[in-house]
């Protein structure tokens, strides 16, 4: 069974300090890994999946399949970061996401 | 292209009533996945359909819960004789294709049952 999670509900910091919200999964095949974002009152929506390799609004993830994690970083965290993060992946069988339970992420001036 | 639309964004039902969720996928859309989201969890699937197709419903529950994407008009969450803990936000998601990496959300409908 596939499984994402993310242990932290809140993540509460200050602007300009670093930010990691945690994301581990369990997954038997090769996953896919996304990170998605809801902004308040916005829809769901995609911030960075690990193919890519990208960077978005200087956020990062790196796949890290010995820890079986697929954290999100960004180094210097602005207020309108905040937001709550997901983690989700994909299995091979089909195009349903699996999603982590969420962090809050408060970036406070 | 307006998105992923679902209504309505709100619904109140009593207990025993039906609710009826729509989701209209993007334009160009022809895969469609519903989610609910109980309060304090993460989103869970439900189940995934294409045109007159269901796909996958491994996430749906077995009794009550129905959903159809018709050729013409949007996908339909149906729940039957609604109890208190249907009580949630369902999510929609569109992509073009199986193996689009992509999924579109919807801003969801939030169900209340009183």
């Not at chain 1, 829809?43 to 193919?51: D, G, N």
Request: charged share 25%.
């Amino acid at each position: 069974a596939q499984r994402v999670t993310q242990p932290e509900k809140l993540l509460s910091v200050f602007k300009g300090a670093p930010v990691e919200l945690k994301c581990n999964y369990s997954y038997s095949g090769s996953p896919e890994l996304f990170w998605y974002v809801q902004y308040s009152r916005q829809r769901l929506q995609l911030l960075l999946r690990h193919i890519s390799r990208e960077s978005i609004k200087g956020f990062t993830a790196d796949l890290n399949k010995g820890e079986t994690s697929f954290h999100l970083k960004k180094p210097f965290a602005q207020e309108e970061d905040s937001a709550m993060y997901y983690c989700a992946l994909k299995n091979n069988a089909g195009n349903m996401l699996t999603f982590g339970g969420g962090t809050r992420l408060m970036v406070k001036p | 292209n307006a998105g992923v639309m679902q209504n309505p964004r709100h619904l109140v039902r009593r207990r025993g009533q039906e609710a009826r969720l729509r989701c209209s996928p993007m334009k160009g859309h022809s895969h469609v996945y519903w989610y609910r989201q109980l309060p304090e969890e993460g989103l869970k699937f439900m189940v995934y359909l294409q045109k007159e197709n269901i796909i996958d419903e491994s996430g749906m529950p077995k009794e009550r819960f129905s959903a159809e994407f018709p050729k013409e008009g949007p996908s339909i969450l149906r729940i039957q004789q609604v109890v208190r803990g249907d009580s949630a936000a369902y999510f929609c998601a569109s992509s073009r294709y199986t193996g689009d990496t992509e999924a579109f959300f919807g801003q969801g409908t939030r169900l209340t049952v009183v």
